[in-house]
Structure formats: structure tokens, C-alpha cells
Antibody, heavy 120, light 111 residues
Framework: QVQLVQSGAEVKKPGASVKVSCKASGYRFTGYYIHWVRQAPGQGLEWMGRINPNSGATNYAKKFQGRVTMTRDTSINTAYMGLSRLTSDDTAIFYC?????????????WGQGTLVTVSS | QSVLTQPPSVSGAPGQRVTISCTGSSSNIGAGYDVHWYQQLPGTAPKLLIYGNNNRPSGVPDRFSGSKSGTSASLAITGLQVEDEVDYYCQSHDSSLSGVVFGGGTKLTVL
């Protein structure tokens, strides 16, 4: 069965960077986009961007451009999301999701989420 | 401020029917992009509920249905049950932003 398993919770200081991993299993990793979605405490969902694991091509939401980096390692079926220059506003749960290639396909599978806490 | 607008909350009695709206614009829903809906239980990741405006993934009860018209979409839930009292989000694509956009989410209360 399709599974996306994310790395554990992180605590970071303001100004630092964080890198979250998402290990995929149960399907061909290079056959689907990996998206990243942020959810601040008590808030809604916010799309951060996506990576094509086959080519490595990325598309980032304008809000995060310059601060986010999405990469992948196809040898271990794992995608990564890095976010730099963290502030308290970045305290959130970050989810990786799987979506079909193409525009506006649904995000059919979600990781369990990774809580990132930014605090001095 | 979310690109897609949802009511923060809706409510209904058990057994009743409720709808949740998702209002966009000419650069997203109005441009013809599909709308997808997600259900999120407390403390868990969202789950795909409706895709492509009105399609249910396997395992989703037919009490849930979706529709789209013009610049808006709606999620309808019939035969309300206590376990439906969770959060719901709509999603589409925005051509101006060149990416995925979500609604702000709606909390359903079953009275």
C-alpha cells in the first residue's frame, strides 16, 4: 500500500533552517509529484510547492520562493523539504503529499506530518 | 487570506443535509480548474474526500457529494452523523499564482 513516512518533530531557533524528509513506499516513486503543505496551529492548509521526483524539477509557491528548497533522492525513494530563515510564523505541521503528474491533480496520499517548532 | 473562500463554520442536526461553499475567481475555479475536497479529523492528516468536482475515492460514503458552477463549488453532506463533525477544505489551481490553492477551511458542527 502507498505510504509516505515523514521525519520526526524538530525544534529550531529563529533564523535557523530545517530539512524534513518524506520516504515513499508502495508505488513507483518517480511516477508522481511530491507536494509539501504547511498547516500552522489552528490554521488552514497552505501549499508550499512540489517536486517532480523523476526530473527533479520544482515549482514553489511565490510566498516561499527564496526560502524553500525541495529535493529528492531516487535511490532511497525520499523527498526533502528545506526551509531557511525560520521565524515563529513558520511553527507548523508540514505534510508531504502525493499527486498525479499534471495540473491540479488531487493529493491522494498524505504523510503523517512533521511538527516544526520555531522558538528562541 | 485564502484565495478560495469558505465559511469558517457550518452546522446541522443529525440526519440533516448541509452544504459547504468554496468561492473562487476567474483565475481559479472560474477558469475551469477542478475542485477537490479534503476532510481532516483532529490531529490527523487531511484525507481526500472528493476529487474532480464530484468524484468520490473508493471508501467514501455516497452521503458526500460535490458540485461546481461558475466561480464556486460546493460540498454537500446528507444524513449528517456525529463523526462528520470535523474540518473540510477545498482545493483548486490558480493560474495567476501558478500553483495549488486551498480554501481557509470549514468546521462542521453536528448539533
Amino acid at each position: 500500500q502507498v505510504q509516505l513516512v515523514q521525519s520526526g518533530a524538530e525544534v529550531k531557533k529563529p533564523g535557523a533552517s530545517v530539512k524534513v524528509s518524506c520516504k515513499a513506499s508502495g508505488y513507483r516513486f518517480t511516477g508522481y509529484y511530491i507536494h509539501w503543505v504547511r498547516q500552522a496551529p489552528g490554521q488552514g492548509l497552505e501549499w508550499m510547492g512540489r517536486i517532480n521526483p523523476n526530473s527533479g524539477a520544482t515549482n514553489y509557491a511565490k510566498k516561499f520562493q527564496g526560502r524553500v528548497t525541495m529535493t529528492r533522492d531516487t535511490s532511497i525513494n525520499t523527498a526533502y523539504m528545506g526551509l531557511s530563515r525560520l521565524t515563529s510564523d513558520d511553527t507548523a505541521i508540514f505534510y508531504c503529499t502525493r499527486g498525479d503528474y499534471g495540473v491540479n491533480k488531487p493529493q491522494s496520499y498524505w504523510g503523517q506530518g512533521t511538527l516544526v517548532t520555531v522558538s528562541s | 487570506q485564502s484565495v478560495l473562500t469558505q465559511p469558517p463554520s457550518v452546522s446541522g442536526a443529525p440526519g440533516q443535509r448541509v452544504t459547504i461553499s468554496c468561492t473562487g475567481s476567474s483565475s481559479n475555479i472560474g477558469a475551469g480548474y477542478d475542485v477537490h475536497w479534503y476532510q481532516q479529523l483532529p490531529g490527523t492528516a487531511p484525507k481526500l474526500l472528493i476529487y474532480g468536482n464530484n468524484n468520490r475515492p473508493s471508501g467514501v460514503p455516497d452521503r458526500f457529494s460535490g458540485s461546481k458552477s461558475g466561480t464556486s463549488a460546493s460540498l454537500a453532506i446528507t444524513g449528517l452523523q456525529v463523526e462528520d463533525e470535523v474540518d473540510y477544505y477545498c482545493q483548486s489551481h490558480d493560474s495567476s499564482l501558478s500553483g495549488v490553492v486551498f480554501g481557509g477551511g470549514t468546521k462542521l458542527t453536528v448539533l
